[in-house]
């Protein structure tokens, strides 16, 4: 059976208070953003028509292009508005929960870099106050979930053999896809702290040129896929 120290389970309780006091704000602000009913726009017309082959039934006036970026959020929020029904409610729901799933990361990051646990709780209580994440953890966007990734791929970092790393890491970089274009970013950070630790000799550079050329082939997998949604 896991036994969980006191900082955890601190840590947990004030993860569990912000899903609580979330939960009965989540509508309550911000006004809701226009993104977010094309975002369940596009889910819903997934979920009618059966397939992820569509675009929008709206934004029309001039001609929209079918692609596989968004596959998996739309995938996420699909299955929210299967569960909780068509509302922007369900929507925000996705994003209050990746919000708090990057709580947790959070302190077990801060746990890992730091030895004392205070400042993870220190780490998790600053996000649970900051206005920015709280509103992220509202909105039905994709913001929450990149955020959640890239912490991901932090922590396999700071706690995975190098050896079985880089996989992982295009991997996180190629969901990210599936997610928002701009997961560049997570390429952009992951690339960047191989190479810083190629230049401090931690890693040989072959590890940072797979990274590369995994994630490459991973993006030419989604042009591929993209050419084949638009004969």
């Known amino acids: 059976m896991m036994r969980f120290s006191r900082y955890t389970w601190l840590a947990l309780f004030m993860i569990f208070a912000f899903i609580c006091i979330n939960l009965i704000t989540l509508m309550a602000f911000p006004t809701v953003h226009s993104d977010e009913l094309w975002l369940k726009g596009i889910a819903t017309q997934m979920l009618d028509q059966g397939s992820f082959s569509v675009t929008e039934p709206f934004y029309d006036?001039?001609?929209?292009?079918?692609?596989?970026?968004?596959?998996?959020?739309?995938?996420?929020?699909?299955?929210?508005?299967?569960?909780?029904g068509d509302s922007v409610a369900a929507v925000r729901l996705v994003s209050l929960i990746f919000g708090s799933l990057c709580l947790l990361l959070i302190y077990k990051i801060s746990r890992r870099q730091f030895e004392n646990p205070l400042y993870g709780l220190a780490a998790v209580g600053i996000l649970c106050l900051d206005i920015q994440f709280i509103v992220s953890s509202h909105l039905g966007r994709?913001?929450?979930v990149l955020l959640f990734l890239l912490l991901l791929g932090y922590y396999l970092i700071l706690k995975s053999?190098?050896?079985?790393?880089?996989?992982?890491?295009?991997?996180?970089?190629?969901?990210?896809?599936?997610?928002?274009?701009?997961?560049?970013?997570?390429?952009?950070?992951f690339v960047g702290i191989l190479f810083f630790k190629w230049l401090m000799r931690e890693i040989p550079m072959s590890y940072f040129l797979k990274l590369i050329g995994l994630t490459a082939l991973g993006v030419i997998g989604y042009v591929v896929i993209g050419y084949t949604m638009n004969p």
Do not use: C, M
Request: hydrophobic share 50%.
């Open 142 to 144: 994709q913001e929450t």
């Open 61 to 84: 006036l001039y001609p929209r292009v079918i692609h596989p970026f968004r596959w998996l959020y739309n995938g996420l929020l699909i299955v929210a508005l299967n569960t909780y």
């Open 161 to 189: 053999d190098v050896k079985h790393l880089v996989p992982k890491l295009a991997l996180i970089i190629l969901l990210g896809l599936g997610v928002h274009p701009n997961s560049f970013i997570l390429g952009v950070t």
